[in-house]
C-alpha cells in the first residue's frame, strides 16, 4: 500500500459516512412525524419504511468494503486526530453490525414501530395486556441480538454500550447500589419533613404555556431557525442534525410540569446544537453517549431550572403569563414548591430525589427481563412491589406503573442507566461550573444563559464523539463519582450538616 | 430457463420494487416535512438526505440485477394480468433510470431542495430576482436530463411522459390550441356580462374553516385513520401511501378559497386512498397519471364543489360556522358567487373559464425555457404580457406572478400540461356519471357522496396503475376530447345556447 493510499481509503470511508448520517437522519424525520403527525392508520406503512432503511444502513455499516477500508487505515492515523477518532467510532460501529444479520435488524425495526402503536394504544385505556405480546416480542428480539456478541461478560453489557460506550454491568451494579442506598433514606426523611405548599385547583392555559415554552428555547440559546416544537404524546427530543432539532412536549392545563420538561428536551436539543459544524455527516457528528446527552439535559431542568436566580428572572414573565393562577404567589414559596420532594408513580415527573430511584427499578427489571428472570407478564405486579419498597409509592393503575414510559416500546433496552449517570455527571459538571465562572448565578438571574451556553459549546458539546465517553469524564470530572450528586441533594433538601462536614456544588434553597 | 424461473424472478423482482416503493415513501415524508414542520436553517441537511434517498432508489432501479430480472420476464407474463402490468411499469422507470447517471439525478434532489427555500423566500419578499439563479440552475439540470433520452423527438416529450405516460407535445399543442381559443372569447364574454356580486370585507376565522376542511374530508369519504392535513404556504397532496394522504392548506381570513382549494386536494387524496391494498409496494400502486390524479380533483373542486346540489347540503353549516360574514346571505346568490368568472393574476384562485389559460401560459413558457428560446431572466416580463394577451390582466408584483406556483422551484417541468388534460377529463368523467348515476344530485344534496365515490374507487381508483393513462382513457371516457369541457364552460356560463344545440354534462347555474 503506497503513503496515499491512507488519505484515499479515509475519503472513500467518509463518503460512505456521510450517506449513513443522511440515513440515519431521515430515520429521525420518520420518528418525528411518527411522534407528531402520522395518521394511525399508516403505523403499517411506517414500519416498511423504517424496516427499510434501517436494512439500506445496516448493509453499508455491514459491508465488506466497509469493514476493507478500516482495516487499510489500522494503525495509520496519527492518534489524537480527527481521523483516528473517525475511525473509532466506525469501526465500533462496523464491528456490531458484522455480528448482526440485516434479517434480525429489520425485525427489531418493524416491531418497534407496531410496539409504539400497542404502547399509545395501552397507555391509553391504561391495559397492559394490550402492550403485552409487543412486549414479549421485544425482549424476545433482544435476546436474539445479545446472542449474537458471544464474547461479552454479561448480556446485559452488549445492551449498555449501545447507549453508553464502555459501560459495564459490573460497574453500573455498584454504583445504582449507593445511589440507592443513599436515596431511599434521603427520600423517607424528606417526605416526612417538607409540607406540600402546593396550591390546589391553579389552571395554566396551555397556549401560554407553549409560548412561554419557546421563550425557554430562546433563554437556553437554542440556534434561531434551527429548532421546532410541537405538540407530543411525551417530553422527546429528535436531533436529526445539528441544524434541525426536534422537541415534542406534551401539555396539561392543571400543572406547569411542562416548563422543565421542556428545559430538560432543550439541554439535550443545545448539545446536538452546539457539535462542531466540521462534525456533520461524520460518525462524530452528535453527542457523546446518552449518560453525557442526559447530564445536559437535567443540568438545565434541576441545576439551571430549579434554582433561585433562574427563578428571579423567569418568575415575573411566569406570573404575567398566568395572573389568576400564580396571584399572590412569591417568588420563594414557588420555588420551594417546584422542589418539593414528593415521592409520587410518575418517572418524568419526579422530583430530584425520587427520580434515580425510578430509574434503579426500571434497570432492575429490564436486567431481569434480559435474564429470563421476570416474565414480561409479570412486569406490572414486580413494579408495584418495588415502587412500594423504594419510594413508598402505591401505583393505582398501569398507564401510571409499567406504561409510563415509551423506552421499552421504541426498543431502549439498556437506556434507562444513562439517566442515572446523566443526573451523577450533571452535578459534577456544575461543581466545575462554579468553579470556572464564579458569575453564574448572577448571569441566570439577568436571563443571561450565554456564559454557561458557551462553557458547555466549548468543554463538552463542540467535540461530538470525538472523546469517548470515558475519557471526557476523565477530562471534565476527573471520573464517575455518585458523591456530589448525593452531597447536591442532601444539602439541598436541609440534610447536608447532618451528612456531610460543608457543602459542595449544592445549593441550599 | 426452466419453467418455474419466471416465477422466481417475478419474486425478485417484486421484492426491490417493495424497497423502492418504501424509498419514495420516505421521500414523501421528507417533503411533507419541509413544507410543514421543517426548521429553515434544516434545509442543506435536507437537501443531503432527499439526495441521498434519491440516489439509492436511483441505483436499485437501474441496477444490471433489476434489467436482468425484466428480461428474464420478457414475454413470459399472460396479457392483461397483474404482472405483466408491473412489468410494463417497472420496465419504463429502469430505462428511464438506466438512461440517467446517479450523479445528475442528486443533483437535481439537491437544487430541488435549495430552489424550495429560494422560492418562499422570494414569494415572501415578491422579488423573483431572488429566485433567479435557482431557476437558471433548475433548467439547466433540466436540459442535461432531457439530453440523456436521445431518441426523443421533441425534448419537452421526455418532461412530458415523465408525469403523463406517453403524451406527446404533437398531441398536446393542439389540444392546448384548441382550449386557447375557445376560452379566450368565452372569458371576455364573461368578464363583460358577469356582476360582482362579492360582498366586500368579509371575515372568515381561519380555525373556523380549519375544522369546516376536515368536515369536507369526512364528506368526500377520505377513510378514517389515514389523513392529516396542515397549515401549508400552498395547497399540495403528499400522497404517501393509501394509507397515508397528508394534505397542507393555506388559510386567509378574508376567503374562503380554502374551502376549494381543500375540496381540490381531497380529490387527490380520495383516489391515492382507495387504490387497492393489494397494489401497495409496487410500482403499480398509485394514481394512473398526473392528468387521471388531476380530473379527480377538479371534479370534486368545480363538478361538486361548485354546484348547486352540494351547496344545498353544505351552504347551512357554512353559515353556522360564519353567522356575521354570511348573515343573510341566499344560498343561489352564494352559488353564483362562487362560480363568478372574474381573470385575476392567480392560477390556483382562478374560476373555471380563466384556470386554463393560466395553464397554457405556463405550457408555453416552459417549453421555451427548456429550448433555450426564453433566458430565465425574461420570465416575470414574458408572464405579465401573456397574463395581459390571454387574460386581459395586469399582474401588480412577482409573488402574484411569475413567482405564485411552487412547481418550478419543485423540479415539476412538464408538469403543468396535466392540469389542462385534467380539466378535460373531469368533464368528460361527469358526463359519464351522469349516465351512470341519474341520483347522483339528489345523493350531493343529501352530503352522501358514497355513490360518487364508490363508482370512482370501482371504475378508476383501485386499478393504480394497471392501465396506461391513454388504455384508460379509452375505457372510461372513449378517448381525450376538449368538446365537453368547452361546451360544459359555455352552457354553465349561458352561452350555451348560441354554442351548442343541446347541453351535454353541463349544468346551467
Redesign the interface.
Known sequence: MSAAAAPRAFARLRERF??LA??Y??DG??E??QL???????A???G??R???TR?AHELLASRETGRLLERLDGRLEPGSFEAAFARVARRLHEKAVLVPPRLRAEIAAAESEALVRWEEAKRRSEFAVFLPALERTFELRRRYVERFADATDPYDVLLDDWEEGLTTAELVPLLQQLRDGLVPLLRACADREEDVRPRGRSFPVARQQRLVRELFQLVGL??????T?VGPHAYLVG??A????VAVPYHARTLQAIFLALHEAGHALYENQVAPEL??TPLGSGASLGWHESQSRLWENLVGRGLPFWRFFFPRLRAAFPRALAGQRLESFVQEVNLVRPGPIRVAADEVSYTLHVVLRVELERDLLAGALAPSEVPSAWNERMEQYLGVRVESDAEGALQDVHWAAGLVGYFPTYALGNVLAVQLWERLLRDLPELDASLERGDAAPLREWLGRHLHRHGKLFAPRELQARLVGGLDAGPYLRYLRLKHGHGATALGEPSGGRAL
Open positions: 456521510a450517506t443522511d440515513l437522519q431521515v424525520v420518520l418525528w412525524d407528531t403527525g402520522m395518521p394511525a392508520a399508516a403499517g406503512l411506517r416498511n419504511q424496516a427499510t432503511v439500506l440556534r434561531p431557525g434551527t429548532w421546532a410541537d436529526i442534525g441544524d434541525d432539532v426536534r456533520a455527516r
